[in-house]
């Protein structure tokens, strides 16, 4: 009988939002017995009430002695981990001090596991871990190009990201244009793009609350709200629809300040994922307006492939991650095209070469994603 290997997975918090990795991990247990470490993440702590949240969130976790095995709240074969960290990263001793730290704390759980695990890091947080601790493998599962995410201390995360494609046994990355990066660093990658759930997205859910009153049609945009979002696109729609919202949903991260004076918007705040499908069967129209620069032509949405399960007609930016799905949405490069392009659909639904090119949406199901990058950890 075949066994498998267990995993060690190095990631934001399970549970905190759908990342890729928790997607491909829940195909993947229990067959693979996972011990998820919840990590600080990356951003640089701020005197800031984000940055007071976090930490209350952390102190809560680190309360809790030891590591958690899976209740009702998780799935069967997963444990979770909260292991004490320095939340600073650009000093020498500061990292040195993680390294103890997480050696210490994470070495006795790994011991207890029936063979060494292969670890999986989706960030650069763990490159002084790579050949300390007793795992069989390496994994760098690059989804972003940390090195121009809004927010971060860039130069630290870029020095740390280059230590871990150095030593990591196999690299997978979630877009071509990641390839490319981590190829100028020197190193080959296997591409694994993301996947998509057409079942969740296309099954009747309860109804979301908080949108009787607004004025219809809905213009959608879900996750989370930064920098990112290109705010010249948004003003020239909001300013030029007759009727109608548009509808930002979720988390935000110091997004521009000038979106809170246009007019026709609606901020939700951060919204369930399991409420998601119900917000978009109240679209009209749903959208990703984001500027065009280095961070979003490396990153692939998890949302892409999620808008379009949805079956409502899909307006984005023309960037790299959406290129390949050109035929079964509208791209757009300009403000003007933007706002055309969205009253376009708002009078005519989804085009029916667009409906027909998503039929191929089957061939991206998670667990198909989850088989590939099974085959590709060779355990």
């Not at 498998?4 to 993947?28: E, M, N, Y």
């Amino acid at each position: 009988m075949r066994t498998f290997a267990p995993l060690l997975i190095f990631a934001d918090d399970w549970g905190r939002h759908p990342s890729s990795c928790q997607h491909l991990v829940r195909q993947l247990l229990p067959n693979h017995p996972t011990l998820w470490v919840n990590t600080i993440g990356t951003r640089t702590p701020r005197l800031d009430l984000a940055t007071m949240k976090r930490a209350a969130v952390k102190l809560r976790q680190w309360s809790k002695r030891g590591t958690k095995a899976a209740d009702e709240h998780f799935p069967p074969g997963l444990t979770i981990c909260n292991p004490r960290m320095w939340p600073w990263l650009t000093r020498k001793h500061d990292r040195r001090l993680n390294r103890a730290l997480l050696h210490k704390q994470l070495g006795h759980a790994i011991n207890g596991l029936a063979e060494p695990p292969i670890a999986i890091t989706t960030l650069p947080v763990v490159a002084d871990l790579i050949g300390r601790l007793p795992v069989a493998k390496w994994v760098y599962y690059c989804v972003d190009d940390f090195g121009e995410w809004p927010g971060l201390d860039r130069k630290t995360m870029s020095r740390m990201e280059e230590t871990v494609v150095a030593r990591a046994d196999i690299i997978v990355a979630a877009s071509e244009n990641l390839q490319t990066r981590l190829k100028s660093m020197g190193r080959d990658s296997h591409l694994l793009t993301h996947g998509v759930d057409v079942e969740f997205w296309q099954a009747e859910h309860p109804t979301l609350s908080g949108l009787d009153q607004l004025e219809r049609p809905l213009i959608v945009f879900w996750g989370v709200i930064d920098r990112r979002m290109d705010t010249a696109f948004v003003q020239n729609l909001a300013e030029q629809l007759a009727r109608g919202t548009i509808v930002l949903a979720g988390p935000e991260q110091e997004p521009d300040s000038a979106l809170a004076r246009l007019p026709r918007i609606h901020r939700t705040g951060p919204l369930p994922f399991t409420s998601l499908p119900a917000l978009a069967r109240e679209a009209s129209v749903l959208i990703m307006p984001y500027v065009d620069q280095p961070v979003t032509r490396a990153m692939q949405p998890l949302k892409l492939k999620e808008y379009l399960a949805t079956g409502k007609p899909v307006v984005v930016r023309d960037l790299p991650a959406n290129r390949d799905w050109a035929d079964a949405l509208d791209l757009v490069s300009t403000p003007e095209q933007f706002e055309k392009a969205v009253k376009l659909r708002l009078e005519t639904g989804l085009a029916p070469e667009q409906r027909q090119a998503r039929e191929r949406l089957v061939h991206e199901s998670w667990q198909s994603k989850a088989k590939r990058f099974e085959e590709l950890l060779g355990g």
